[in-house]
C-alpha cells in the first residue's frame, strides 16, 4: 500500500492571496496534490493544519481540490492547531481519523490522534493512548502506524515554543507499543527523521512554506512537498520525500 503524507496545507478563503515566503498556499497545494497524482497514491493522509485562517472557505477549497484531482484517492485527516474551528469539523467530521477507529490499508492499520490542546501548543490525552494500545491489542497479526500533528521530539529551534507538551509521556506509550512500527507527524514544515526505540518517527514537508530549524524564525527556501510510505503486507516500510519543481 502506498500512503502519501500532506500536511500544514494553511488554505486561505482567499485562493489569490499568498503569504510567507511569497507563497500561495492554494496553488501549492494543487501542485502537490497533482505530485501525489504521478506517485499512484492508494491512499492519503493528511496531518493538520489544512486551514490557515479558520474560515469554512479554506476547508471548501481543501475538498473541492481533492475531488478535483484525486477522486479516486481515499483520504483521511487529522486536526492540526490551526483546525480548532466549528467548520473542520462541520467540513471534515467523516473523514477524521481518530483513536480507536483505525483505517486498515492492505496488511496495516493505520491510527489516529488528535494533539490540539492550548493556542499552538499540543497533548495527546491519555484516553486516545489507551484507545489505541486497545485497537493495537486487538489486531496482533497485523502492522500499525501512528499519526497525529505535533512533534515528539525537540526541533533545537523556534518551533520548540509551539511543542508538544506531554511529549516524553507519548514517547514512553510509543517504546511501550512495540507493534507500532512507527510514527509519523507534521506541524514543523520541515523534514526530520528520528528513530525511537528503533522505530521511526517521521515529519513531512509542508504543502507551502517551509520553516527554518534555527533558534530565531525563518522561512526556508526549500519547495513544498510530500512524503510517501509504502507499506509491504509483511510490515517493512519504505519511505522518501518528493517536492514539487
Not at 494543487?30 to 489544512?50: E, F, H, K, M, V
Not at 495527546?124 to 493495537?136: E, P
Not at 525563518?218 to 518528493?242: K, S, Y
Request: hydrophobic fraction near 40%; charge should be negative; include cysteine.
Amino acid at each position: 500500500m502506498r500512503l502519501i503524507q500532506i500536511t500544514d496545507c494553511h488554505l486561505l478563503s482567499d485562493i489569490k492571496r499568498t503569504a510567507y515566503g511569497g507563497i500561495n498556499p492554494h496553488t501549492s497545494l494543487l501542485r502537490c496534490l497533482q505530485l501525489c497524482n504521478s506517485l499512484a497514491p492508494d491512499a492519503l493522509l493528511i496531518t493538520g493544519d489544512i486551514s490557515g485562517d479558520d474560515s469554512v472557505e479554506s476547508y471548501a477549497h481543501f475538498t473541492a481540490l481533492l475531488a478535483s484531482h484525486c477522486p479516486s484517492v481515499p483520504f483521511k485527516v487529522i486536526p492540526g492547531n490551526h483546525d480548532v474551528n466549528p467548520h473542520f469539523n462541520q467540513m471534515l467530521k467523516h473523514a477524521t481519523l481518530i483513536a480507536g477507529s483505525a483505517w486498515q490499508l492492505g496488511q496495516w492499520h493505520i491510527h489516529g490522534m488528535d494533539s490540539t490542546y492550548t493556542g499552538t501548543r499540543g497533548q495527546v490525552d491519555n484516553q486516545q493512548l489507551d484507545l489505541i494500545s486497545q485497537a493495537v491489542a486487538a489486531h496482533p497479526g497485523v502492522h500499525h502506524l501512528a499519526a497525529l500533528h505535533h512533534h515528539l521530539l525537540p526541533t533545537n529551534s523556534w518551533m520548540d515554543t509551539h511543542a508538544l507538551e506531554n511529549a516524553g509521556e507519548v514517547r514512553a506509550w510509543f517504546t511501550r507499543q512495540r507493534n507500532i512500527q512507527a510514527i509519523i507527524y507534521g506541524h514543523i514544515h520541515a523534514v526530520r527523521e528520528h528513530t525511537v526505540d528503533d522505530r521511526a518517527v517521521l515529519s513531512a514537508p509542508s504543502s507551502c512554506w517551509q520553516w527554518r530549524m534555527t533558534a530565531d524564525f525563518g522561512v526556508d527556501n526549500i519547495a513544498p512537498g510530500v512524503r510517501v510510505l509504502d507499506l509491504a503486507p509483511d510490515g517493512t516500510m519504505t519511505t522518501f520525500i518528493r517536492r514539487i519543481e
